[in-house]
């Protein structure tokens, strides 16, 4: 276990220099000059685009830009995006943010579709069970933008109920809503995933047996059937926390909250590699993270499964 | 692995033809099924499948999208690409059932029309998604060690890009503004892209079903009697490990008809005439208030569609897994 | 010129323009309270500033905005419409529109508490005319002698050579007398010099510009408008506040101002109604679709009118398009009045001439190509030859340009029966880039506001040989001697009828076709009992009243 752990520690390092670099050169070659659209229907004075490329190594090729951000990265310095904002500062503001909402939508959706999963696998194709397809069906095809505007029109501002937007200090009451529109997008996989997994395992011989043993039903289901069919429901969660906070620009816009996703949107389209690279390497450590801890945790819920 | 094998990942119905004739002959005599173990399974599956009203039911609707998809004009005589303004934004009427949208262009014909794109995108995604992350899933959950290290943290690299900027850049790329690509080379283009940045997460799912599969009485078993790595995987791992990929893929369906939506929205992906429900939807975004039914038509119809997909997808799985026999 | 990424259109803010809309208001009072305006703050909508604020590197709204506010330059436009007047500025004079004397007004101070010099002025435009520093809007300059002295090109581009260094370090054209004078002299005559120094890259900059680094000046501005910065929280918030010793006319009467800066206008809009906003511009499609927002605000909806316009341009430079009559042709089959009505519900005005008539010396109804008339149309490609292959109109997908731009490709596609469609380019960067470049292979959308208040910004930037925004390569040697001609006419009233005769033949011509006129909605709370616009449609913090 030990080892393992070590071990996949270790692997991180040329993952993480994989994935800077694919980022960094994707960006990189995004097509579009970063400056022709800075002056409205005229070009730029060229004087201002020379200044900009030298400042930001712009003629250099793409690796010797790569190795300099590197450089910088090891001394703990981001680099400054293309309006002069320093990335450190963006991070340190923008992520805590962005975590906060995802860490609310992931807690709303597992809180719902487990639950609802949990339900309709010990009776399936009853009435609950078609209701929470059909309706997680909906969230999904419905975009994100369709669930926030009747969300926030109807919630917001016609029953008052909750504020419409989120106020800049988030107040975790405000987070319940863009956490919920967040969150909807996923529910669907997670109720479905729980509820095949569970509906696998109550036919198991081990859930036989503890019933045979006559246990009741609470602890055969809440302890032997839900630990062992929550394996693909925590790979579900377990990826969807990196997906929730890189996939949230919808959602953060809408509600005013001043997360990575409008950062992210906006270095992509205007070539900022820098800024891409800095801000997309946190989520890639939380995405290899969080892989860790369910490849962990798998081993805590299965038995079966061992590292060694 | 194959590919033609691999495909049975996803389409199940589909590859057993062959044995599905010949399977209800073998049902009526054990010793013959016996003998042929993973005929048998099958041969089982398909006389279950028979018997649910669930299955033909799903089949029929999903038969009516296909031939939807094919054949638009049987369903509809109006014109899905030409408008005029002078009908913008009318409410439903006997002329167009599902009113005009803002260019005057009548709704229920670009639904029907709509099928078409929506419905290929996103069924060949998932298939690729399906084949690429099941079988690197497969790989790297069964061998572990080495293999298992390089695969999985492959996948996180894969899994590190935000999804706008892949796509931005790959259908930049092969697909910028002035290049003239046919629409089926820009499908091709859009399904590439939506397999390259979502297969880590089947992949992960699969490798976590065959880590808890592999380890089972069955495969022990197997194993001790010396069956192959082939057969151990196809015969044994593979059909006990798809349920929670079968059930993934269906939802994942919806997702991508809305995933096809967001490229076309950014300028990357199909383009007009073209229709797709998810373009559809996001051009209504705007006119909500006032007419929600441009988002709500083409949204009922892909919940529908979607839906069906899950409904066949959940028989054919509850076919196929003894355990719920 | 700034851009405005919400419109991707260019929005030059700042000139001066007469309101003459119909059944349009610019202003709202009742009477305010003065104790309540004596302390009230605002919360007004806005985007982030793309860059630090510096006014001669400010070259879109969002920073704009803040800039027009926290500064005051040396002339003003009135919010009417009459001609710029003198803020800053005591007296110009000239008496051959070549050397200019600009005297600024004493005693007037930054918000650093020094006073504002006439060597504020001359350092600042130094600044941003010098290459090296790379001022975006350092071409400003390019009419004030010895400019080619402190501003020199790349000889090849993007290509490996550097700019060589600059001549001289300072404008010869610029001469402190003493504190309150200076004088610039031009590198020829040009009679609308002083009309342009109301625009943000001819803002003073303070001593403490000079000793610092500019992005660092820019986080923490210091201006000598009415208004002073206080803090600025990135995404969230720009705080303003009164600045007591502004003794200009402009002086605003509530104490604080915020600009809540959002990424999404409908989010705003949503706030607006439940109270969290005070100002908002512009109010979003969605709610101005099915004129929602008349039922939602009420008497709280303000709509003007700005002088810009949207033209679809054509690369003449191919030669599909190098036919005049075909390019009538697909001008005659828009039905802009349609398209006014029914994409932006009656929102926007159909374009039916060719400079903005809100614009000075702009003759009216001018434009016969913008009429809509498929039968001459039809004609008019039949004569042309007709047009092989598929007509493919450009937009930038990056804001909301699909619906107006797919409305012209589908009426030019059925009046004219061709092959017609609309196609999006993802970024304005990318369109931008390919039009720079001659690549166009088709009609694309287009914007122009006026810089500057006078006929002469709609000829020669888009229609001469040569012009800074004449992108698709449009050449009428007639047109260019008229143009000549009128620049340096003796009269204003010469130099405008030589403008408009230029202008018949641009008619003739067809090189772009105007769509619409821009309007402007603006909603606000119910707090606020009396404000104005500017000609642009900013809200005036001077006539704010709670």
Known sequence: MGRYLVRRLLQLVPVFLGTTFLIYWLVWSVPGDPFAGKCGERTCPPSYVAAMTAKFQLDENVFVQYATYMKNLLQGDFGTTYSGRSINDIIATAYPNTLKLAVVALAIEAVIGLTAGVLTGLRRNGFLDNLVLVSTLFMIALPVFVVAFVLQWTLGLQLKIVSATVS????????????????????????????????????????????????????????????????????????????????????????????????????????????????????????????????????????????? | MSDPSAASIVSTPRPEQPTEIGAPTNAGLPENARKEKPRGLLGDAWRDLRRKPLFWISLAIILLFVVMAAFPWLFTSGDAKNGSLTHSLEKPSSH?????????????????????????????????????????????????????????????????????????????????????????????????????????????????????????????????????????????????????????????????????????????????????????????????????????????????????FVMLGEAVREALDPKLR | MRVSKRASSAIAVGMAAALVASGCSNSESKDGDGAATQDGAIVINNVQPENPLVPANTTETGGGKIIDNLWTGLVEYPNDGGAPRNALAESIDTTDSKVFTIKIKKGTKFHDGTEVKAKNFVDAWNWAAYSPNGAANGSFFSDIAGYSDVATEDPDGDGPQKAPAPKAEKLSGLKVIDDQTFEVTLGAPTAVFPTKLGYSAFMPLPDAFFSQKPEEFGKKPIGNGPVKFVSWEDNVAIKLTRFDDYTLRDKVKIKDVTYKLYQNEDAAYVDLLSGQLDFIEPIPTSALAGDKYKTDLGDRALSTVIPATAFIAFPIYDKRFANPKLRKAVSLSINRQEISDKIFFGTRKPADSWANPLTPGAPQGNCTACKFDPAQAKQLLQEAGGFQGEMVFYYNADSSHK????????????????????????????????????????????????????????????????????????????????????????????????????????????????????????????????????????????????
């Open chain 1, 168 to 308: 800049s200090e988030m107040p975790f009451s405000e987070l319940i809503m863009p956490g919920f529109v967040l969150g909807s997008a996923s529910m669907a996989y997670i109720a479905r995933v729980a509820r095949t997994s569970i509906a696998e395992n109550r036919r198991a011989d081990y859930v036989r047996t503890a019933i045979a043993k006559g246990l009741p039903m609470r602890r055969v289901v809440g302890v032997h059937l839900l630990r062992n069919s929550l394996i693909p429901v925590v790979t579900l969660l377990g990826t969807d926390l990196g997906a929730l906070m890189g996939g949230a620009i919808v959602t953060e816009s809408i509600f005013t909250i001043n997360g990575i996703g409008r950062e992210v949107y906006r270095s992509i389209v205007t070539k900022e590699s820098a800024t891409v690279v800095s801000i997309v390497v946190v989520l890639v450590l939380v995405y290899l993270l969080m892989n860790l801890l369910v490849d962990l945790l798998y081993a805590a819920l299965d038995p079966r499964i061992r590292y060694e």
């Open chain 2, 96 to 308: 167009a059932w599902f009113g005009y949208d803002i260019q005057g262009r009548d709704v229920y014909a670009r639904v029907i029309y709509g099928a078409r794109a929506s419905i290929v995108v996103a069924l060949l995604s998932v298939f690729g998604t399906m084949l690429l992350g099941g079988l690197v899933g497969i790989i790297s959950g069964y061998r572990g060690g080495w293999a298992d290290a390089v695969l999985s943290r492959v996948a996180d690299v894969f899994f590190g890009l935000p999804f706008v900027l892949g796509a931005i850049v790959i259908l930049t790329t092969f697909n910028g503004s002035g290049s003239n690509n046919s629409t089926i080379k820009i499908m091709g283009l859009v399904i590439a892209s939506l397999v390259i940045l979502s297969w880590p997460v089947v992949m992960r799912l699969m490798r976590s079903s065959v880590l808890a599969t592999k380890e089972a009485d069955y495969i022990v078993a197997a194993k001790a009697m010396g069956a192959g790595t082939g057969r151990i995987v196809f015969k044994h791992l593979l059909p006990n490990c798809l349920a929670p990929l079968l059930v993934y893929s269906t939802i994942m369906v919806g997702s991508f008809i809305g995933a096809e939506a967001t490229l076309s929205f950014l300028g990357v992906g199909l383009r007009s005439p073209v229709v797709s429900w998810g373009i559809m939807i996001s051009e209504g975004q705007n006119y909500i208030r006032v007419a929600p039914g441009l988002v709500f038509f083409p949204a009922a119809f892909l919940v529908t569609a979607v839906l069906s």
């Open chain 3, 403 to 546: 619906d107006w731009m797919e409305a012209v490709a589908q009426q030019v596609k059925t009046n004219l029966q061709i092959e017609a469609r609309a196609e999006g380019v993802p970024t304005f960067a990318v369109l931008r880039q390919n039009i720079n470049a001659r690549k166009m292979t088709g009609p694309y959308r287009a914007a122009w506001q006026q810089d500057y208040p006078d006929i002469e910004n709609w000829v020669n930037p888009l229609y001469i040989k040569g012009g800074s925004s004449n992108d698709g390569l449009y050449s009428n040697p007639q047109v260019d001697a008229l143009a000549k001609e009128a620049s340096s006419a003796p009269s204003l009233e010469a130099s405008h009828a030589k403008f408009a005769e230029a202008l018949k033949l641009v008619d003739a011509d067809v090189p772009t076709i105007p769509i619409y006129f821009y309007g402007l909605q603006v909603g606000h709370s119910e707090k606020i009992k009396k404000l104005e616009l500017t000609n642009v449609g900013e809200l005036d913090l001077s006539s704010v009243e709670l």
